[in-house]
């Protein structure tokens, strides 16, 4: 991703508000040979 350097700290503010609502960022790949449990259970936690 590139942007010029006057956007990062809006970036960096962006990232942190969307981890404070369980969204990490870079976003994790899942593809047919890896089992999503293990990254979902991060975001969402067995009550």
Known sequence: MALPPEALKQAIEGMEALAKNGL??????????????????VSYPKK
Not at 24 to 37: S, T
């Open 24 to 41: 990490r960022y870079p976003v994790a790949q899942y593809g047919i040979q890896q089992d999503a449990r293990a990254g979902m259970e």
